[in-house]
């Protein structure tokens, strides 16, 4: 995430003129990219003999069952790439941290996971840390002409929703990798970023090309601009490489 926060903050000149990095879209397309390699991943390793005797057959119905915790990654994705915008990466990283909240709740109620004391103890420990956090964050002073508490708030509500629907994505990939399924991880993450790739590619990033906002020609996020900040900066480029290897 600090690969994301300093190509937000990186600056190059588009169709129009030389503006920040602010495409929230472009990024997140790049990180289901990276979800995606892990296909060409599996391909390799089907290529030794051990891997293949061990891996099971991948019926066409869990290729489509991935699809929802593709969307619950994707909408997740969005989210914090665009709270992240608004937030400094530690405060965002620390925010993070909830998402075991969720999730845990989560298993609690639809996998009838039980958990002892000292899980509740820790889950509460979590929510008490996480609150003087937020609050602190609003509240802090900033300097004149950085985002102000009403872009602070929106970015930490951003961060937590994001968590949440996370939450419900990390729960449902532990039914999918469960007996009788027959899903690797290694697959299922491969699967998500194709299912993730082909909607954003398809029909997200054409969408934000329609709505009114303040990227180059008046609209949400521009991609014709976007590629061309990438022809022109070296540094642009090189951390969304980056960011594709991380993922």
């Known amino acids: 995430y600090t690969i994301m926060k300093t190509l937000y903050q990186s600056s190059a000149t588009g169709i129009m003129t030389s503006h920040l990095f602010l495409k929230p879209g472009f990024v997140t397309t790049i990180t289901f990219l990276g979800m995606l390699l892990s296909v060409m991943a599996h391909g390799i390793l089907m290529c030794f003999k051990s891997y293949r005797k061990a891996a099971k057959p991948i019926p ?23 709270a992240l915008v608004y937030t400094p990466v530690s405060i965002f990283q620390i925010l993070k941290g909830s998402v075991l909240i969720f999730s845990a709740l989560f298993r609690r109620i639809f996998l009838r996971k039980k958990f002892s004391d000292s899980n509740w103890i820790g889950l509460c420990l979590c929510v008490f840390a996480l609150i003087p956090v937020g609050i602190s964050h609003i509240l802090s002073k900033r300097e004149p002409g950085r985002v102000g508490s009403a872009e602070i708030a929106l970015g930490l509500g951003l961060v937590l929703a994001a968590q949440l629907i996370r939450g419900s994505q990390f ?28 909607l954003l590619v398809s029909f997200i990033l054409p969408l934000l090309q329609h709505i009114p906002g303040s990227d180059a020609g008046g609209v949400m996020e521009n991609t014709m601009d976007t590629f061309e900040m990438l022809h022109n900066s070296g540094l642009i480029m090189a951390l969304c490489v980056g960011l594709l290897v991380a993922f």
């Open 60 to 82: 066409i119905k869990l290729v489509f069952m991935v699809a929802i915790p593709a969307v619950c990654e994707l909408t997740g994705s969005g989210l914090q790439n665009i």
């Open 171 to 198: 729960v449902i990939e532990e039914y999918l990798l469960k007996p009788p399924h027959t899903l690797s991880p290694l697959v299922m993450i491969g699967v998500e970023g194709f299912w993730g790739t082909l």
